[in-house]
């Protein structure tokens, strides 16, 4: 299983130690390194700024929010970064939400499968580079229909260095996880749990039989997200993961409508669920920081003892998941690798 890094978004401004931790895994042979965006810093810029000082890892965004940028825009940037990098970028894309996606970039949300689909057609037409780029769809229709009508179908003036620059999907739900099998290269899970492999298969090989679906499970890729805490008392593990998980069940999306919230409830935490909702959007963070129970978080990470999280790390071996993607201080980074053996 491969090794990857998220440098993950800035809160108020960049993370500390960005720099060292990105070195740190060139030398430790890790696969990737990743960059995210919410509703702050940009994902693309952070990448090519860092990703200048490496040579060998692969670059990737998880997620590039599809509401920040038009498809043409994204193809744009993913031709770009692909050069500057010489063939390393790797472009994963995501829905977002409603709350970001219209209170933030002023888009309409609804339907957001029919949405990627679109948007990824379109991307893979602008990096094929066979013919000025037409697309007849429901939400990025090229040339843009009305306005001054001198809109003119266009070939982009660069060539790919990649005509197939890799494309993963951000996902949590079974459809858009069977979307991400069908049509692209990778699937970027975030709290992924062992528990739910059997789950996530199906999902994936209802994408995989569709016609048209670009591969198989065996060359299909699933770096996923998961912390990583190597400390011999698993409840003060527990405690450096809590607040991230309280933050997406409770404050990542409406109480009507979260993702996140929705995937714990299937991972069978529900009632748990619904009591983190509940304080954290009554402004009770540190009640419902603590409601998270270690179960959970034992479910979705790694923590404990270095044998503990060797013994663990089998199981994770034996899912569909290709690549741990982990988030650490540069000091740490040595001792995850050692307790992963």
């Not at 070195?23 to 990743?34: K, N, P, Q, T, V």
């Not at 008392?233 to 309280?246: M, T």
Request: charged share 20%; with cysteine.
């Amino acid at each position: 299983m491969k090794l990857g890094y998220h440098t993950g978004y800035w809160s108020s401004g960049p993370p500390a130690g960005v720099t060292d931790a990105i070195a740190a895994c060139e030398r430790l042979g890790f696969d990737s390194i990743w960059t995210a965006e919410a509703y702050g810093s940009d994902c693309l810029t952070p990448l090519a700024w860092w990703g200048a000082a490496t040579s060998t890892v692969r670059l990737g965004t998880n997620v590039m929010q599809l509401s920040a940028r038009t498809p043409a825009a994204t193809a744009m940037a993913a031709m770009t970064l692909d050069h500057l990098s010489g063939g390393r970028f790797v472009l994963g894309l995501g829905a977002s939400g409603p709350q970001v996606v219209e209170g933030w970039y002023g888009q309409p949300y609804p339907k957001p499968l029919a949405r990627t689909r679109e948007y990824v057609a379109i991307v893979r037409k602008i990096l094929a580079r066979d013919e000025p780029v037409t697309f007849d769809g429901e939400f990025y229709p090229l040339p843009h229909r009305g306005g001054s009508g001198l809109g003119k179908a266009l070939k982009s003036t660069v060539h790919p260095l990649r005509t197939d620059v890799p494309i993963m999907l951000g996902a949590e739900g079974p459809k858009n996880v069977a979307l991400a099998a069908e049509i692209c290269d990778g699937w970027l899970p975030m709290f992924f749990s062992p528990k739910m492999d059997g789950f996530y298969r199906d999902a994936l090989g209802e994408g995989f039989a569709r016609p048209g679906a670009r591969r198989t499970l065996d060359t299909f890729e699933v770096p996923t997200f998961v912390p990583i805490v190597p400390l011999d008392d698993v409840e003060a593990a527990a405690d450096l993961v809590r607040p991230s998980i309280a933050l997406y069940i409770g404050g990542m999306g409406a109480k009507s409508m979260n993702f996140h919230a929705n995937h714990f409830g299937r991972l069978g935490y529900e009632a748990e669920v619904a009591k983190i909702q509940e304080l954290y959007l009554s402004g009770r963070k540190p009640e419902a920081i603590a409601a998270v129970p270690t179960a959970l978080v034992e479910d979705i990470a790694l923590i404990g003892s270095p044998a503990k999280i060797r013994d663990e790390l089998q199981l994770w071996e034996s899912t569909v998941v290709t690549s741990l993607i982990v988030q650490a201080p540069p000091p740490l980074l040595p001792v995850i690798v050692d307790a992963l053996g």
